[in-house]
């Protein structure tokens, strides 16, 4: 039993944006209350036993950057290091990290116990306090009013959750849990936009019926990458995972049977993800297809369950058997748990401020799944925005908002904000415009020193990250300082071209075909030779962009103006007769808050930006006029 | 920030011509282009020369320092001889300069209202003037004069999007996702739109268009002297550029510089029925020909019967005046009655429509081309480098979207990944 009924922050929710957000606000030194349904499930892994990946990878990091926990829990918990893109080019590349899901949820739960001042709350919130327009806590079942500063609110999929497995229906927010109704209507008595979303998963295998010889293997990495900055070594054993592919047979058995699907019977209401399609969507879009590859990814290392990665699906158990012990190596497997398919209800991200406070219900913060998006990432790094911010805020000072131009976060809220969301919204590395800058390599140095500033980036990380950075520097400094002309250059075997032109070590990386190790010789002294290789290698990077990094510069002063210009709500777009009515009507329907968000529209041209501005001009000046 | 500059004058040929610069490295324009910076806010003559040292004209400079400029930033003024050549080589040269671009349209307003230069007044005539330049627009891409290239630009668009998802495919998914190599069928579309662009810019299209200006029709039934005027107006302007007989007997051309504005005048002499299938086709071409020129000039006589479709500001003149006509406007192409009247309403219209930014749009759109191949190329040339390189590819093909996006409008990130789930099934 606790005593304490008043906290700086109230989190409800305990998922991955929930221990995120709430660990933010205790880094930030200020007393938390994290209530959840279960002690037993914070920061469970309710969908596939990863983290990580193309895009996710670079959340993972910059939660990392400013100290969060699920690049260190992962890293503790993976049994499958790999780093993603790896032919592609540095910025593209994105670690992944296979997860035993029971030490992951151990790891967190000790994170959490350590962190002195949370206090882990079970119970089911029935209700928001609101006083005078201000969110001042919740109201929990048998516990009684819980009061805070702030409030986030992270329930992931347990707002109006339905299961389907096939055409049966529970209600439940996870498969064996029961979802949250009277804090669903509630929102909806608000009148806070709720919109339908849906997603699924695979059914989980019995890894002793697989047979394992039958199927090709993919394993990890030789040499990791970590998720963390300041992981060194791996902490359990690594595993391999399966590869295997449906079959004509697989595909006959699903066509059969679509009509007894819950996303194809016209079950389900809500939008489903068009990048992590069911097997049925699959077999039906995607017809000319023979085959679709199949990844089988043990859970844990003591753990028999198998997650087949590619197949999630929401037909019925029987059916699930029948096409599951169709495809090669599971033509005997036992099916743990059936896939299903989950609708929840999200509340519209644009009612939120980029701080992730709802605008008008002040002291009220969303992250997670309930903004709409999908994936352990994507909602972690919410949750540490909101917590962050909700701190901030109970501390009394100015809230952090994420540029797009500095981070994956900031693209990630910012769309959220601006555009609002349409089907579940996951991380593309397309998504980020300055993608060449936004690199996973140097998350730390976008973003640890904005952490230290505000009080959320521990002493040891900062110790850490102040070597790397000089480092980086000193190396900077040896690979700049002296330029070679083409003939000396010449001479010890590069080629260039003759244009009178003194190029320095660092510019000769750029050049596509000329490697560390050729330049590491041209410098004279052996001090660069004794660099570290993660410096030498970053040092690269950085080369390797450097001019296009440079092209961007005005690109980002661009935005950075255009997010200063705010569109008033009532701005009223018949005005501009310039502007044809595609773009008027597009305009009106995205009521962009800023211009930066305009600009952003499909087919809006500078010209009609223009005009627009000017408008806002004349509005504000007339008004000053008359006032 | 870029420093852009721009033609402020209105296009064509006139005593001055005045291209502005502005922004941090306007000085340095004066310092490459005129020999070096004149004491801010006097004028001074000088001459200016290419990056070559070519010499292109004398002119006047006047440096305006920040905070005591139009826009609020450096500026320079080039006042040139008003010369399309001068003004055009000028622009080339400038544009060869370290961090300067063409104005986009309306930019310099936009600067001088960001850095709060403009009082209510001032920022509604502007208003008046972006809309009614908006609308011009608008009206010139409905036109002859830019119909064809800004279908060529929708198509280029839809392309874009296409070859942009085909590489977010290969940067957003990791092979065991989509094991598919895409780099071998972006080259080829790439290539594609390259050689389009170039065609352009080699003057099949916008630069011909240039040169060329704008196309009036001169329209009417056989013998209401459609000739006898056509060839008044070549006999009489001075300035013809040349005269050049119709390829087919369909429509004689007959190009003229009126009040500085490139105009090609048509003579639809064949419009007549006709039972030659032959002769019929001809004539179906010449009447497409002169719906599809910026202006019309309808010759009458008497009743008015059109074959060719009346569009809004077309012109319609009582011809013969000399022989006596029943029309409050008429003109007569043998004694050259009301013809200035008729050339100077022809003008107006046309700078009217064109608006001041008209030539301007003209050699921004022909600047956004350039940059627009040299993005295109640096994209193939990664490409060719295999895989590794992708990101770098993408990144050019970014900046290559972004070089069009004042004539295709932007290209949105939702719009290129539907196109990939569209096309491709993700494994995972």
Not at chain 1, 528 to 555: K, M, N
Not at chain 2, 46 to 62: T, V
Not at chain 2, 135 to 154: C, I
Not at chain 2, 365 to 379: F, G, P, T
């Amino acid at each position: 039993m606790f005593h304490v009924k008043q906290f700086d922050v109230v989190v409800v929710g305990g998922g991955h944006a929930g221990v995120e957000a709430a660990h933010a606000a205790h880094r930030l030194g200020l007393s938390t209350a994290l209530i959840t349904k279960s002690k037993y499930d914070l920061g469970v892994m309710s969908c596939n036993p990863a983290i990580g990946g193309l895009g996710k990878g670079h959340l993972v990091r910059e939660i990392d950057a400013l100290d969060g926990l699920m690049a260190r829990v992962a890293d503790r918990s993976t049994i499958q290091h790999r780093l993603l893109n790896r032919s592609k080019g540095p910025a593209v590349r994105g670690p992944r990290a296979q997860i035993d899901r029971s030490v992951f949820r151990q790891e967190m739960a000790s994170e959490i116990a350590k962190a002195g001042n949370i206090s882990v709350i079970e119970g089911e919130v029935l209700d928001i306090i609101e006083e005078n327009g201000r969110i001042c806590g919740v109201n929990v079942a048998k516990l009684g009013d819980i009061r805070a500063t702030s409030t986030i609110i992270t329930t992931g999929t347990f707002l109006g959750g339905k299961i389907f497995v096939g055409r049966e229906v529970v209600f439940g927010g996870r498969m064996g849990q029961t979802s949250s109704k009277a804090l669903s209507d509630r929102f909806r008595g608000l009148g806070l936009g709720v919109g339908r979303l849906k997603t699924g998963t695979p059914p989980r295998l019995n890894s002793r019926t697989i047979n394992w010889d039958a199927l090709s293997r993919q394993e990890g990495d030789t040499h990791p990458e970590f998720l963390s900055f300041m992981t060194r070594k791996t902490s359990l054993p690594q595993i391999a995972c399966g590869v295997t592919a449906t079959n004509d047979l697989t595909h006959e058995i699903i066509r059969n049977n679509l009509h007894l699907s819950a996303m194809y019977g016209g079950d389900i209401e809500g939008v489903g993800p068009r990048y992590c399609p069911s097997i049925e969507d699959k077999v039906s879009r995607f017809a000319d297809k023979s085959e679709h590859q199949v990844f089988l990814e043990p859970e844990g290392l003591n753990d028999d369950t198998v997650y087949p990665n590619g197949i999630s699906t929401s037909l019925p158990v029987d059916i699930q058997e029948s096409y599951v012990r169709s495809i090669r190596g599971l033509e005997q497997v036992e099916i743990l748990q059936p896939g299903y398919a989950i609708e929840y209800d999200f509340l519209d991200p644009k009612s939120l401020e980029p701080t992730l406070e709802h605008s008008e219900l002040k002291g009220l913060y969303f992250a997670g799944q309930i903004n709409g998006t999908t994936g352990y990432e994507e909602a972690a790094a919410q949750g540490l925005v909101a917590g962050l911010n909700a701190g901030l805020a109970a501390k009394e000072l100015p809230g952090l908002s994420f540029d797009r131009s500095s981070s994956y976060i900031g693209v990630m809220i910012d769309d959220l904000v601006s555009r609002g969301v349409t089907e579940p919204y996951r991380m593309f590395t397309s998504r980020a415009e300055f993608r060449l800058k936004l690199r996973i390599d140097n998350a730390d140095q976008r973003l640890t020193e904005i952490g230290y500033s505000i009080g959320c980036v521990s002493e040891d990380r900062w110790a850490h990250y102040s070597t790397k950075k000089g480092r980086i520097a000193a190396g900077y400094h040896i690979l700049s300082r002296r330029g070679f002309t083409s003939h000396e250059l010449e001479r010890v075997g590069f080629s260039v071209k003759h244009d009178g032109q003194k190029r320095t070590p660092f510019e000769l990386l750029s050049l596509p075909g000329v490697d560390l190790a050729d330049v590491v010789k041209l410098v004279e002294s052996n001090e660069i030779a004794e660099f570290e290789p993660s410096i030498l290698e970053q040092l690269a990077i950085e080369a390797r962009y450097a001019h296009l990094l440079h092209r961007q510069e005005s690109e980002v002063e661009a935005l950075a103006k255009d997010q200063n210009l705010t569109i008033p709500l009532d701005f009223d777009y018949e005005r501009l007769s310039g502007l044809s009515n595609e773009v008027k009507s597009k305009l009106k329907a995205h009521e962009p808050k800023t211009i930066a968000h305009a600009a952003r529209l499909e087919g809006i041209t500078p010209a009609a930006l223009t005009r627009i501005v000017i408008e806002l001009r004349r509005v504000e000046l007339s008004r000053a006029h008359v006032g | 920030m870029d420093t852009i500059f721009a033609l402020s004058t209105p296009p064509g040929k006139a005593g001055v011509a005045i291209v502005r610069v502005s922004g941090p490295k306007a000085f340095d324009a004066a310092e490459k282009l005129a020999g070096g910076v004149p004491e801010p806010r006097y004028a001074s003559l000088k001459k200016i020369r290419s990056l070559s040292g070519a010499l292109i004209d004398e002119g006047l400079i006047i440096a305006f320092p920040k905070g005591m400029s139009f826009t609020g930033e450096n500026v320079v003024e080039f006042q040139v001889h008003g010369s399309n050549s001068v003004v055009t080589l000028l622009q080339a040269e400038l544009a060869k300069l370290d961090g300067f671009r063409h104005a986009r349209n309306g930019e310099f307003t936009r600067r001088a209202l960001e850095n709060g230069r403009l009082d209510l007044t001032q920022v509604e005539g502007l208003a008046d003037l972006i809309e009614a330049e908006t609308t011009a627009q608008h009206a010139q891409a409905m036109s002859s004069f830019l119909g064809r290239f800004s279908e060529k630009a929708e198509a280029w668009r839809a392309e874009f999007v296409q070859i942009s998802a085909l590489l977010a495919v290969m940067i957003d998914f990791s092979d065991e996702d989509v094991p598919s190599d895409v780099i071998p069928v972006v080259i080829p579309q790439l290539a594609n739109i390259r050689y389009e662009i170039s065609a352009e810019l080699d003057g099949v299209s916008v630069a011909e268009r240039i040169r060329d200006g704008f196309e009036v029709a001169i329209v009417g039934e056989p013998n209401v002297g459609k000739s006898t005027l056509l060839n008044y107006i070549a006999r009489r302007e001075a300035s013809i550029i040349s005269d050049i007989p119709g390829t087919t007997r369909d429509v004689i051309e007959v190009r003229v510089d009126l009040r500085g504005l490139p105009i090609t005048f048509l003579d639809t002499a064949g419009i007549r029925e006709s039972s030659d299938p032959i002769e019929a086709m001809g004539v179906s071409r010449a009447i497409a020909r002169a719906e599809r020129a910026d202006l019309r000039i309808f010759l009458v006589n008497g009743g008015e019967s059109f074959v060719v479709e009346r569009k809004p500001g077309d012109i319609v003149v009582g011809s013969k005046r000399d022989l006596g006509s029943d029309r409050a406007f008429a003109i007569s192409g043998l004694s050259g009655e009301g013809v200035d009247e008729l050339l100077s309403e022809i003008s107006d219209i046309l700078i009217d429509r064109v608006g001041l930014g008209g030539l301007a749009t003209r050699t921004r759109h022909y600047n956004a081309l350039k940059s627009c191949r040299d993005a295109i190329d640096e994209a193939l040339r990664y490409l060719e480098l295999g895989e590794s390189s992708v990101d770098l590819a993408a990144e050019e093909v970014r900046s290559a979207v972004y070089a069009l996006e004042e004539l295709l409008g932007r290209v949105d990130v939702e719009e290129m990944l539907g196109k990939i789930f569209s096309s491709f099934c993700i494994g995972k």
